[in-house]
C-alpha cells in the first residue's frame, strides 16, 4: 500500500507532538481505522489495546495502572471537597 502524506489542520502543541515519528504513525494508524472502518474493528479497542502494549513495553503492570488510577480519583475527590 502506498503512502502519502495529508494536512489536517491542528493547534501547534499538536503538530509539534506529531514530529515523533511513533506518535505520528499511531495518529495515520487512527485516521486509517476512522476512515475505513471493517467489521469488528472497534477504535476505541485498537486505542486501549495500543495503550496497553505501551504500557507493558514501557514494564508497567496491571497493579501500576490500578495504583495510578486510585490516586488519581483521591486527588480529584480531594479537590471537589
Same mark, same amino acid.
Given at each position: 500500500?502506498?503512502? #502519502?502524506?495529508?494536512?489536517?489542520? #491542528?493547534? &501547534?502543541?499538536? $503538530?509539534?507532538?506529531?514530529?515523533?515519528? %511513533?506518535?505520528?504513525?499511531?495518529? $495515520?494508524?487512527? #485516521?486509517?481505522?476512522? #476512515? %475505513?472502518?471493517?467489521? /469488528?474493528?472497534?477504535?476505541?479497542?485498537?486505542?486501549?489495546?495500543?495503550?496497553?502494549? &505501551?504500557?507493558? $513495553?514501557? /514494564?508497567?503492570?496491571?497493579?501500576?495502572?490500578?495504583?495510578?488510577?486510585?490516586?488519581? &480519583?483521591?486527588?480529584?475527590?480531594?479537590? &471537589?471537597?
Amino acid at each position: 500500500m502506498s503512502t #502519502v502524506m495529508v494536512e489536517i489542520p #491542528v493547534d &501547534k502543541a499538536t $503538530a509539534d507532538a506529531l514530529a515523533d515519528p %511513533h506518535r505520528l504513525a499511531a495518529v $495515520a494508524e487512527l #485516521v486509517r481505522s476512522a #476512515v %475505513h472502518p471493517t467489521e /469488528g474493528n472497534d477504535l476505541l479497542r485498537w486505542v486501549l489495546e495500543s495503550t496497553a502494549r &505501551k504500557a507493558a $513495553a514501557a /514494564g508497567l503492570t496491571e497493579q501500576d495502572i490500578e495504583d495510578e488510577l486510585t490516586a488519581w &480519583k483521591a486527588e480529584r475527590a480531594a479537590r &471537589k471537597d
